[in-house]
């Protein structure tokens, strides 16, 4: 169990650039989630994928955001046009079981900075 | 509609000293289930401990016990023999059974340990 992994740690990037987030969750995990967290705040959902479906997404999540598991190993964040309000750290959750007590593993996280 | 709400931003404890953080929740959720999570300054969430709501015991993990109290909507995080490692931030979540496979968190508290 290496445990989850996201790549970069941290990224600074231009307002209007694209960027793109990578996330290894635990290899036997078919649930993954992505999560957003600005600074002095709890972190807020953003989309859920079982195996490479992606089953939920929130109101939170823009056009400008689009996040794949091709496989459903993997998965990708990637925002583009990034605002200045983009910036925040994403964290990548996974998980083996459903239900109520379902138990998330958490990554490091990415920040992001937009200048 | 679910929400948690951590009212302490921070808190100093001493070192080998007990503490109770507060969580209270509002859910429209006959049923549900609720975490904690610690964030130290690495930035990974870790899982503490869980509580369903239809448990009829306070959940506890080593040095962490829920002080569940349905009727008042709380779900309090007590740490027992506070160590200088528990200083981070504390997330309170919960999850609903209608709402899908968001957990929702509140803003957290920030505990300090001092030696």
């Known amino acids: 169990d290496t445990g989850v992994s996201q790549d970069p740690r941290h990224k600074i990037t231009k307002r209007g650039q694209n960027v793109t987030f990578r996330c290894d969750p635990i290899?036997?995990?078919?649930?993954l989630y992505w999560y957003r967290q600005t600074l002095g705040q709890g972190p807020e959902f953003l989309t859920y994928f079982q195996n490479e479906a992606q089953l939920e997404k929130s109101r939170l999540l823009s056009d400008r955001f689009s996040a794949e598991r091709p496989k459903g190993s993997f998965s990708t964040l990637e925002i583009q046009r990034t605002e200045q309000g983009d910036s925040a750290m994403y964290l990548c959750?996974?998980?083996?079981?459903?239900?109520?007590?379902?138990?998330?593993?958490f990554g490091s996280g990415t920040q992001l900075s937009v200048l | 509609a679910q929400k948690i709400t951590q009212t302490q931003p921070g808190m100093f404890v001493q070192e080998k000293e007990a503490v109770t953080l507060d969580c209270t929740y509002d859910?429209?959720?006959?049923?549900?289930?609720l975490f904690w999570y610690k964030q130290p300054s690495s930035g990974e969430m870790i899982f503490l401990i869980y509580q369903g709501s239809y448990d009829q015991q306070n959940a506890t993990e080593g040095r962490y016990s829920l002080n569940f109290q349905k009727a008042r909507k709380s779900a309090n995080l007590v740490i027992s023999a506070s160590q200088l490692g528990d200083s981070a931030m504390y997330f309170c979540a919960m999850r609903g059974a209608n709402a899908g496979n968001m957990l929702t968190f509140g803003g957290g508290t920030r505990l300090m340990v001092k030696p």
């Open positions: 859910t429209s959720d006959p049923s549900y289930g």
């Open positions: 959750a996974s998980s083996g079981r459903q239900g109520l007590g379902e138990k998330l593993f």
């Open positions: 290899s036997e995990h078919n649930r």
